[in-house]
């Protein structure tokens, strides 16, 4: 009897943590602004939303170069989320290696390649429509160490710029 209770103790307990993992798992919403840029992206005002976008190269030391060179602006409605790009370091996650890729993936002939992802978290969001920009630029060259094109030479990164605008809908 003892053990039949500690059972159905246990499993009503696993049940109630899934229960609380999926439900805290709801209160964030992610939103990868290249990705989508163009949309509008509907939120509860009780959800936490993630702005997430990662860079992945052949080694850590060229994920860690990009990080070091990349430029990046947010705004919120036309407010800055941080002020300088050196700020928005801090946002940048660990490099990791990512060996899930398939060999014709992100950088052939490369695995496990290395990546690193930055996530900015906007939390006590009001009702109402706001407008994210991003813009996200490297003044200097720089290599990921990978052939994207299968031309035979790394890829070189020059002049890049990237930007995007995206919807965020708070609704109660």
Not at 59 to 74: D, F, K
Request: with cysteine; proline share 7%.
């Amino acid at each position: 009897m003892i053990r039949t209770t500690s059972v159905i103790m246990l499993v009503v307990l696993l049940a109630v943590f899934l229960t609380s993992v999926v439900a805290a798992q709801s209160q964030v919403v992610v939103i990868h602004p290249f990705r989508d840029r163009g949309k509008v992206i509907t939120v509860y005002s009780d959800q936490v939303v993630v702005i997430r976008h990662g860079w992945a190269a052949a080694s850590p030391g060229l994920v860690q170069s990009y990080i070091n060179a990349v430029n990046q602006e947010y705004t919120l409605n036309g407010m800055p989320l941080f002020t300088s790009s050196k700020e928005a370091r801090q946002y940048w996650g660990p490099i990791q290696p990512l060996p899930d890729i398939p060999p014709e993936g992100a950088c052939p002939g490369h695995t496990p390649i290395s990546v690193s992802h930055w996530e900015y978290r906007l939390s006590n969001l009001q009702p109402g429509d706001y407008v994210l920009h991003t813009l996200h630029w490297v003044d200097r060259p720089l290599i990921d160490g990978c052939d994207s094109d299968g031309d035979g030479s790394m890829d070189h990164i020059r002049d890049w710029r990237i930007e995007g605008t995206l919807t965020i809908r708070v609704v109660q």
